[in-house]
C-alpha cells in the first residue's frame, strides 16, 4: 500500500482514482440507489397485499359464517387467489363448514391444500388434526395413522394420540389404542381431554 506524506499527494491520488474508476463509482451509486428503492417498492407492495388480502379474508369469512347463499363460492375464490396464510385460514374455515354439512371428501381437499400452503408449525399441526379427523370420518383408517405422524409440536401430543385412539379402536387394536390414550393422558392434556382420555380407556376395559 502506497503511504502519502503531504496532503496534495492524497488529494492527487484520490483525484486519479476517481478519474480513473468515477463511472463504475457512478454506476454502483445508481445500482445501489435502486436496489434500495426497488426494495422499499417491494416491500410497500407486499404490505398493500395483505393488508388487502386481509380484508377480503374478512369479508369471505363473514359471508360463510353468515350463511349467505354465496359463502362457499366467495371461501373458494379468495383461497383460489390467495397462497398465504389467509387462504389458509379461510381453508380451515371452508373444511369446517363442510363437515358440518357432512361433505367429508370436499373437507379433505380443503385441508389437503392447506397442509402444504404454511410453514407455521402449529397452524400445520392444526391443520394435519382436522384432516386426520376427516379422514377418520371417511374410514380412511391408514391415511389417518400417516397424517397423524406428521404432527411433530409437542403442544399437540395429546389431541393427536387421542384421535390416534379412535383410530385404533375403529382398527380393532385396543392395544394399540389403550397405548395411544395412555400417552395422551401422559402428556401436557388440557383437564377436558384428560377427562376424556380416561373415560375412553376405561371403555376399552369393559
Known sequence: MEVYSTENEQVDALRR?????????????????????????????????????????????????????DGVALAEKFIEKNANNYGVLAALQLAQHEVDQKNFAKAEQQLAWAQGQTKDENLKSLID?????????????????????????????????????????????????????SKGLASDASQSLQGLLRMKLNNLSN
Not at 131 to 152: H, S
Request: charged share 25%.
Open 17 to 69: 482514482f476517481l478519474i480513473e474508476n468515477g463511472k463504475a463509482l457512478a454506476i454502483g451509486v445508481v445500482i445501489g440507489i435502486g436496489a434500495l428503492l426497488g426494495w422499499r417498492y417491494w416491500q410497500n407492495h407486499q404490505q398493500a397485499e395483505m393488508t388487502g388480502a386481509s380484508q377480503s379474508y374478512q369479508q369471505a369469512s363473514e359471508a360463510l359464517t353468515g350463511g349467505k347463499a
Open 129 to 181: 388434526l382436522r384432516l386426520a379427523r376427516v379422514q377418520l370420518q371417511e374410514n380412511k383408517l391408514d391415511d389417518a395413522l400417516k397424517t397423524l405422524d406428521l404432527i411433530k409440536a409437542t403442544g399437540w401430543v395429546a389431541m393427536a394420540q387421542d384421535i390416534r385412539g379412535d383410530v385404533l379402536v375403529k382398527k380393532g387394536d385396543v392395544k394399540g389404542a389403550r397405548e395411544a390414550y
